[in-house]
């Protein structure tokens, strides 16, 4: 496995507070994303990073937005966290030569 | 617009039998798809990619432009193959490289 790690792993937090959760990868990709797995829905992207402090939406990206200063490390925040945002949250990264995407372990979040 | 599907959410089948998990698409160039594979509450894994065209734990795909197909297929199931399985299409942007995902197979193989 390529060298990404996701924290927190799990995370409980209430309504209306923020959370930010980190994806940190030891391979120097170029492009890393956020999804997130809902049953029924599969993976959703929620916003992907092409380069350090470039960043773009994805198809479910309201309520968040995300961040990348280094090259290794791609934040993505919840400013005020709902309960459809209970999911679990996948980063991934890919870059040359390999052409698939890498996935990090998952972040199980609970809004209650 | 870029469009993965798995038309089924569940798929049951016995040790020894074949199997077929199907993904069609819809995209305007030349795709790149892939299969992945993820066990209980494990990370996602990549199983193979169509144009590696190989052979890994016994599990092929073949891309069929005319039908836009890239059904995942294994002579005889075993018990370790129950797990989900996701189809994904690479899409080529000018900003970079974003990945589909369908909404993926349950796949039990029941022993």
């Known amino acids: 496995d390529a060298g990404i790690t996701q924290s927190p792993r799990h995370k409980v937090t209430e309504t209306g507070t923020p959370v930010t959760l980190r994806c940190h990868q030891t391979?120097?990709?170029?492009?890393m994303y956020w999804y997130r797995q809902d049953p029924g829905h599969g993976l959703r992207l929620i916003h992907y990073?092409?380069?350090?402090?470039?960043?773009d939406k994805g198809e479910v990206s309201d309520g968040y937005s995300v961040s990348r200063s280094k090259t290794e490390d791609f934040l993505l925040t919840l400013e005020s966290a709902t309960s459809s945002q209970t999911s679990v949250y996948f980063c991934?990264?890919?870059?040359?030569?390999?052409?698939?995407?890498?996935f990090g372990q998952g972040t199980r979040l609970t809004v209650v | 617009a870029q469009r993965v599907t798995q038309p089924e959410k569940l798929l049951s089948v016995f040790k020894g039998a074949p199997v077929e998990l199907k993904c069609n698409y819809s995209?305007?160039?030349?795709?790149?798809l892939f299969w992945y594979v993820q066990y209980s509450r494990q990370r996602l894994q990549l199983l193979l990619r169509?144009?590696s065209r190989e052979s890994i734990k016994g599990f092929t795909a073949d891309l069929n432009k005319g039908e836009t197909s890239f059904h995942l297929k294994k002579p005889f199931a075993q018990e370790e193959d129950s797990a989900m399985y996701y189809c994904?299409?690479?899409?080529?942007?000018?900003?970079?490289?974003?990945?589909?995902f369908g909404t993926g197979t349950s796949l039990t193989v029941i022993p």
């Open positions: 991934a990264s890919s870059g040359v030569p390999n052409t698939e995407a890498f």
């Open positions: 391979e120097n990709h170029r492009y």
């Open positions: 990073s092409y380069g350090v402090k470039d960043t």
């Open positions: 995209y305007s160039g030349s795709p790149e």
């Open positions: 169509h144009i």
């Open positions: 994904a299409l690479k899409s080529f942007l000018n900003t970079g490289n974003q990945f589909y």
